[in-house]
């Protein structure tokens, strides 16, 4: 009688440690679940802004390359006009030496 006593008390109380210990052991896996979904809703919301920079990075890099090429238009178009713009001094000086010919004849003239 006592041999079932012991064993009865003693299967109870090893039900009951193993009822507690699956339930902690439950309680620790749904937390790492948790843990997990929430890292995974982070990895994703990372992503989607590593993204969204990536497009504005790309956007930025060629709005570059446009404003690069618009800058080697002016350069060359500057260096146009300072070629013109010596051509044109070029000619004002020769015809202003004409002119201090004309009036160096005219006054001769006179």
Do not use: P
């Amino acid at each position: 009688m006592f041999f079932e006593w012991s064993l009865l008390t003693t299967l109870a109380i090893l039900s009951i440690y193993l009822f507690v210990k699956m339930f902690y052991f439950k309680s620790i896996t749904n937390k790492e679940q948790r843990s997990n979904e929430l890292m995974k809703l982070t990895l994703q919301e990372a992503e989607i802004l590593i993204r969204k920079y990536q497009i504005q990075l790309e956007r930025a890099l060629g709005n570059v390359d446009i404003l690069n090429d618009e800058l080697i238009k002016l350069r060359n178009e500057l260096k146009i006009l300072k070629q013109r713009n010596t051509k044109h001094r070029g000619d004002i000086d020769r015809l202003n030496n004409k002119i201090k010919a004309l009036e160096s004849r005219i006054d001769a003239l006179i």
